[in-house]
């Protein structure tokens, strides 16, 4: 349950978040933005190096916790889900942010990388949901927030497997929202933009290398495609990410909110 007695300036006091993929990126800026809000963090991700130095910097590094796993492989989440219970306590918000993009034309897109974008993206998402479920449903109150892209609302060139797994996330999102929506547990979607992360900068130069432009000018095509202008900041899509799970936003459920300067008008 929200713990009534928080400061106001620790609204996540008395939580524990576990954040996917939290080494570096979008994951990195919402464990920092869940952390300075009070919760407990688990730090969960395939580099441990990473983790372990992220844990080190924020402010109270005895409330968080850093764990190896593959979210794709549904005994290593279990095992990591349990070893961050028995160090933190009950996990009762879990961000779904770990994420794997890579771009080709759908006859590119051959059975092994369709099966990869699925596995991380889509099965990732689902291992931990389930994992973390039963533990929020219990105790009649959690926030589950799914990082999915502006690629799961629409179609984008050149990302055909990504956009059907992120596509997939929203609508596992919505499922589930309904399905616990009188649980005290919400679930909802945020789906960045181009945003400023390796992956970004990864696609961007496999997007050059496969339509013969260089970087710039893929970089530039994908500026032009919002209203703003701009790349979307990480702290920007964990600003969002940290409203969905304050106490006070028991009333936001089974939503797809793009954070993308106005790409996406809904």
Not at 7 to 36: C, D, K, N, Y
Not at 156 to 171: D, E, F, L, Q, R
Request: aromatic residues 4%; contains cysteine; glycine residues 8%.
């Amino acid at each position: 349950m929200s713990d009534i007695n928080a400061p106001a300036s620790l609204p996540l006091q008395g939580h524990h978040a576990l954040v996917t993929g939290a080494g570096r990126g979008i994951g990195a800026a919402i464990t920092r933005i869940l952390h300075a809000r009070g919760a407990r963090v688990t730090l969960l991700g395939r580099e441990a190096a990473r983790l372990a130095a992220l844990a080190r910097e924020l402010e109270r590094p005895e409330e968080a916790y850093a764990v190896v796993a593959d979210v794709g492989d549904e005994y290593a989440v279990e095992l990591a889900f349990a070893s961050a219970r028995s160090t933190l306590g009950e996990v009762d918000i879990l961000v779904n942010n770990a994420g794997q993009a890579r771009s080709a034309t759908l006859a590119a897109t051959d059975a092994e990388l369709w099966s990869d974008m699925l596995r991380v993206n889509l099965t990732g998402t689902y291992h931990c949901c389930r994992t973390a479920l039963p533990g929020m449903l219990a105790r009649g109150w959690g926030r589950i927030v799914n990082i999915a892209s502006t690629a799961g609302l629409t179609g984008h060139p050149y990302v055909t497997a990504y956009s059907a797994a992120k596509h997939g996330v929203v609508g596992l999102t919505r499922a589930l929202a309904a399905e616990v929506a009188r649980q005290g547990v919400t679930v909802n979607a945020v789906c960045p933009g181009y945003t400023d992360t390796d992956l970004l900068r990864e696609a961007v130069a496999n997007i050059a290398a496969r339509t013969e432009q260089s970087e710039d000018e893929v970089r530039a095509l994908l500026v032009a495609r919002s209203p703003q202008r701009r790349i979307i900041r990480p702290d920007e899509v964990a600003d969002a990410v940290a409203c969905l799970c304050m106490p006070e936003a028991s009333a936001v459920t089974g939503q797809a909110i793009p954070v993308c300067g106005g790409e996406i008008m809904k």
